[in-house]
């Protein structure tokens, strides 16, 4: 699993029928402190109702399937988790999405 942020909601007129109801989002991929990586991760996300801004877990490979709804559709790389809070010691501990 990786730590990240959905930074795009990607528009596409044309899928394949498999992900047609699915939202793709780039996520850019975070270090526990939260500083950016230089790495984007396109992620598939059907039915947690996340978007924009949210801090996420992300899932690659054949596990992606394994989230509800997602057997059958052809994906690599999907959202399994929206991150509330870390606390992994003193200088990790963050509540993430205040308003």
């Given at each position: 699993?990786?730590?990240?942020i959905?930074?795009?909601?990607?528009?596409?007129?044309?899928?394949?029928?498999?992900?047609?109801?699915?939202?793709?989002?780039?996520?850019?991929?975070?270090?526990?402190?939260?500083?950016?990586?230089?790495?984007?991760?396109?992620?598939?996300?059907?039915?947690?109702?996340?978007?924009?801004?949210?801090?996420?877990?992300?899932?690659?490979?054949?596990?992606?399937?394994q989230?509800?709804?997602?057997?059958?559709?052809?994906?690599?790389?999907?959202?399994?988790?929206?991150?509330?809070?870390?606390?992994?010691?003193?200088?990790?501990?963050?509540?993430?999405?205040?308003?």
């Amino acid at each position: 699993m990786d730590f990240g942020i959905i930074k795009k909601e990607l528009v596409c007129t044309v899928k394949d029928p498999a992900i047609k109801s699915v939202k793709l989002y780039l996520v850019q991929l975070l270090k526990l402190d939260r500083t950016e990586r230089k790495e984007y991760m396109v992620c598939a996300e059907n039915t947690l109702g996340l978007g924009v801004g949210d801090y996420v877990l992300v899932i690659k490979g054949s596990p992606c399937r394994q989230l509800e709804g997602n057997k059958e559709m052809p994906i690599d790389n999907a959202i399994s988790a929206k991150v509330d809070s870390i606390f992994i010691e003193e200088r990790y501990k963050f509540l993430l999405n205040q308003v």
